[in-house]
């Protein structure tokens, strides 16, 4: 079955702080893999998708295919990227996606 | 944001009633999806469609219906409310493009069935 694991619930750092967010996937075949950002009552934005490897808000992931990882990082935390970030895989069926739980991420002035 | 919109924003409901939530679209996608969000549970795709009148089941469709009688437009039915239907309900949208399947996201309705 497909499944995507972010094993954090919770994490909290300091401004300017490096932060990490773990997911772990496991799926058939080669996924698309999406870090989208929910900021407080707002609706879900993508964030970064694997194919484009580009930089949003400073965020960066990187795709490792041998541990089925998709770890989303920035060097330096910023207050207003407090939010709850999904971790998704999916889109080769009708575009469906399979969502992690869901970290919440708490940076502290 | 995409155009995407839904109904009611907000709606407070009582067991056994049924209820209707809207999605609706002016991005003339293909595929639209609904969701539901519960803390823990991250987000549950409930019913998808690929098209007009054509819908499938996902992965908590039990006391959920879909129909999509018009490209731009997605309802999902209670039949009959319960309290574990209480929730945040998102509806998304895509269209494949150059092998990319990103889904855009509606505002969420809150859901409380007392």
């Known amino acids: 079955a497909q499944r995507v694991t972010q094993p954090e619930k919770l994490l909290s750092v300091f401004k300017g702080a490096p932060v990490e967010l773990k997911c772990n996937y496991s799926?058939?075949?080669?996924?698309?893999l999406f870090w989208y950002v929910q900021y407080s009552r707002q609706r879900l934005q993508l964030l970064l998708r694997?194919?484009s490897r580009e930089s949003i808000k400073g965020f960066t992931a990187d795709l490792n295919k041998g541990e089925t990882s998709f770890h989303l990082k920035k060097p330096f935390a910023q207050e207003e990227d407090s939010a709850m970030y999904y971790c998704?895989?999916?889109?080769?069926?009708?575009?469906?996606?399979?969502f992690g739980q869901g970290t919440i991420l708490t940076v502290h002035p | 944001d995409a155009g995407i919109t839904q109904s009611p924003r907000h709606k407070v409901t009582e067991t056994g009633t049924p209820v209707t939530l809207r999605c609706h679209q002016t991005?003339?996608?293909?595929?639209m999806y609904w969701y539901r969000q519960d803390p823990g549970h991250g987000l549950r795709l409930i019913h998808y469609?690929?098209?007009?009148?054509?819908?499938d089941k996902g992965e908590v469709s039990d006391g959920y219906s879909v129909s999509r009688s018009k490209t731009e437009d997605f309802l999902l039915t209670l039949e009959s409310a319960t309290s574990s239907q209480t929730s945040v309900y998102f509806c998304?949208?895509?269209?494949?493009?150059?092998?990319?399947?990103?889904?855009?996201f509606g505002p969420g309705t809150r859901l409380t069935v007392l």
């Open positions: 998304a949208i895509s269209e494949p493009r150059g092998g990319h399947n990103e889904q855009f």
């Open positions: 799926y058939s075949g080669s996924p698309e």
């Open positions: 694997h194919i």
């Open positions: 998704a895989a999916g889109g080769t069926s009708y575009g469906k996606l399979t």
């Open positions: 991005e003339n996608h293909r595929y």
């Open positions: 469609s690929y098209g007009v009148k054509d819908t």
